[in-house]
């Protein structure tokens, strides 16, 4: 599906456009040759775009949106990451002139077939640019393509082997992090409860007829970003998230914000399980601020 420009929130392509994926073997230069026409690109999954789907991926993608030196087709060539092992640098559908941005894409010589392996790949490979954007780092995240664009072809790939061996000298190199027990907190006899019980009591607390004023503005959050704007786990996440925080009061317009086919939004709300972990509410408020 070649679009001009990215999809606005609410238009009615969205749907024929998340169903529009096929997994496709193609050469670099018909990579190149697709994102040009504007052709958004994904890793390769069964059925529908989503993690618990994923196959594979033999691409990484960094969107650098500094709208500075940094994010400029020039600056990046110049980075060393980018002359050793990207395969195009090209800008996206949001650059200007005033307030550049670009998309650098490495293409890998071998598929990854592990979706937290892709993602830690990802996320290392992030961590060599100056301030890229750290959303796009899922197993599922897709791209879009860039009609028009100004695009520099390099035509390296990024070896598989030579990127495990940087992971593990990062690793070996890199300052330890401190390690975290499970968190508690007391409640108002000072007796020492689990986080999830905390979370059970806000939820109970929530199904009064008055709703904190945490839930409004929860609410008013969800009202500036379209749920095809996000990607399916996010979108389950904000779903968990909304249900864990405040419960059956916030389902009305939680189901209203999803867009969900009959019933969906209900069998993910009413699903056991862990709290989601793809989404809080700061994630909520940081869509709702315009971030992607």
């Not at 994923?54 to 980018?82: K, N, Y």
């Amino acid at each position: 599906m070649a679009l001009e420009g990215k999809l606005p929130a609410g238009d009615p392509r969205w749907a024929k456009f998340n169903d529009s994926f096929d997994n496709l073997s193609l050469e670099p230069m018909e990579i190149a040759d697709a994102i040009y026409r504007g052709f958004s690109f994904t890793t390769w999954h069964t059925g529908r775009r989503a993690l618990a789907n994923f196959i594979c991926g033999q691409h990484v993608a960094i969107d650098m949106d500094t709208e500075d030196e940094r994010s400029t087709i020039d600056g990046l060539s110049a980075h060393p990451w980018v002359r050793m092992y990207a395969s195009m640098v090209y800008t996206t559908p949001s650059h200007t002139d005033e307030k550049p941005r670009a998309r650098v894409l490495f293409l890998l010589d071998e598929p990854i077939d592990d979706a937290t392996a892709y993602g830690e790949i990802v996320q290392f490979v992030m961590s060599q640019f100056d301030e890229p954007d750290t959303s796009c780092k899922d197993a599922s995240r897709f791209f879009f393509g860039s009609m028009d664009c100004h695009l520099r072809f390099f035509d390296n790939v990024l070896p598989v082997a030579h990127l495990r061996r940087l992971y593990a000298k990062h690793r070996r190199t890199a300052p330890k992090q401190p390690q975290y027990t499970t968190r508690y907190e007391t409640d108002e006899n000072g007796k020492v409860i689990s986080l999830e019980a905390e979370r059970t009591k806000r939820r109970v607390a929530a199904l009064t007829d008055s709703p904190p004023d945490e839930l409004d503005k929860a609410i008013e959050a969800l009202g500036k970003f379209d749920a095809y704007d996000v990607d399916y786990n996010k979108w389950v996440g904000v779903i968990k998230t909304m249900r864990d925080e405040f419960g059956d009061a916030a389902f009305s317009a939680v189901e209203s914000w999803a867009k969900g086919k009959p019933g969906e939004v209900r069998a993910i709300w009413n699903k056991q399980g862990q709290p989601s972990k793809s989404a809080t509410l700061g994630t909520i408020y940081y869509l709702a601020a315009g971030k992607r």
